[in-house]
């Protein structure tokens, strides 16, 4: 196979997009699709600070890298959960964004869940309600307080995380097989700021996982290769299988899924409004919007000691 652009030979054939590449063009064609996927939804411009949600996987360091080649003003935040023993998953990943940001010169906000509430996700999911909240629950309550959190103090622009597609499609696959409409309308490269909330993007929403895994490898960029151990059995694991059988027998049919229902709603297939921001209410607790009257999710979980 040749690389389409200078004929040499290519590294990586992307079928869905009946494209083949060599390395240096690979790596030219990640960036420029991510500046024109970040145009076409208006995530964000070069002149405001982007914060970026950095896991030490491949898909969030690989989206620091290209958006620091692109010559955006981009910070990382990292939340560390406590997940594994001492030298175990959240060491590890720490460790891989604290050295990606030094290697680069880049600023890391770095928070620690057991340092500032002295518990980790494990400890909180185990004691709450008996264990019946399960540790990826509190996981994503977590993460999205915290990120929210810190993108507000420090005057973020907008907060930018990883998600690839196979991601969105998982999650557009689950939503629509239960449809949840609420949840399905909120889908979209782009949440707009709202009062309380910070603006969020999600520029490689329409690069498959495996186009990401072997940005990372081509660009040298090292990761945490192991996945959660509380993601083992996940339902999102579950569909992006499913969605996988459908892809190997018709290429590109993640993508057309993706990109058929961003379609749908430009034209107003999906034209139900989500619950209103502007009616929410501030927790008395962290200041943040909550839709109860007094504490929000978050600080209700960690007062239930």
Same mark, same amino acid.
């Given at each position: ?29 990640? *960036?420029?699709?991510?500046? @024109? =996927? ?15 949600? !950095? ?55 770095? =928070?620690? !869940? ?68 609420? =949840?399905? !309308? @909120? ?18 929403? @329409? ?15 090292? &990761? ?14 579950? &569909? ?33 409004? *989500? ?13 943040? *919007? ?16």
């Amino acid at each position: 196979m040749k690389c389409r652009t200078c004929g040499t030979k290519a590294v990586i054939n992307m079928r869905q997009h009946k494209l083949a590449l060599c390395k240096l063009h690979f790596l030219e064609w990640i *960036p420029a699709q991510t500046e @024109r =996927f970040i145009k076409k939804y208006e995530m964000f411009t070069h002149y405001q600070k982007v914060l970026v949600a !950095v896991s030490g996987g491949k898909d969030s360091l690989s989206l620091w890298d290209i958006l620091i080649k692109l010559g955006y003003q981009a910070d990382g935040i990292y939340i560390g959960l406590g997940i594994g023993d001492d030298g175990g998953y959240s060491d590890i990943s720490r460790k891989m964004c604290e050295n990606f940001s030094r290697e680069r010169s880049q600023k890391l906000h770095v =928070f620690d !869940v057991n340092e500032e509430y002295g518990e980790t996700i494990p400890k909180i999911a185990q004691r709450t309600r008996r264990g019946k909240i399960k540790t990826c629950s509190v996981c994503g309550l977590t993460k999205r307080h915290v990120m929210n959190e810190v993108a507000q103090k420090y005057n973020y622009d907008v907060l930018v995380t990883g998600h690839n597609l196979d991601d969105e499609a998982a999650v557009l696959f689950g939503n629509t097989l239960h449809w949840d409409g609420d =949840f399905i !309308v @909120r889908q979209s490269p782009v949440l707009p700021a709202t009062s309380g909330f910070s603006k969020k993007a999600k520029p490689l929403c @329409r690069f498959y996982e495996k186009e990401m895994a072997a940005y990372a490898i081509l660009s040298g960029i090292q &990761y945490i290769y192991e996945e959660c151990p509380y993601s083992i059995g996940s339902t999102s694991i579950y &569909y992006k299988q499913q969605l996988n059988v459908l892809e190997n027998n018709n290429p590109g049919e993640k993508l057309r899924f993706y990109l058929h229902f961003l379609k749908a709603k430009e034209n107003g297939l999906f034209a139900m409004e *989500p619950e209103s921001f502007q009616d929410l209410l501030v927790c008395k607790k962290c200041g943040q *919007p909550t839709s109860a009257d007094g504490f929000c999710s978050f600080c209700r979980l960690f007062d239930q000691r």
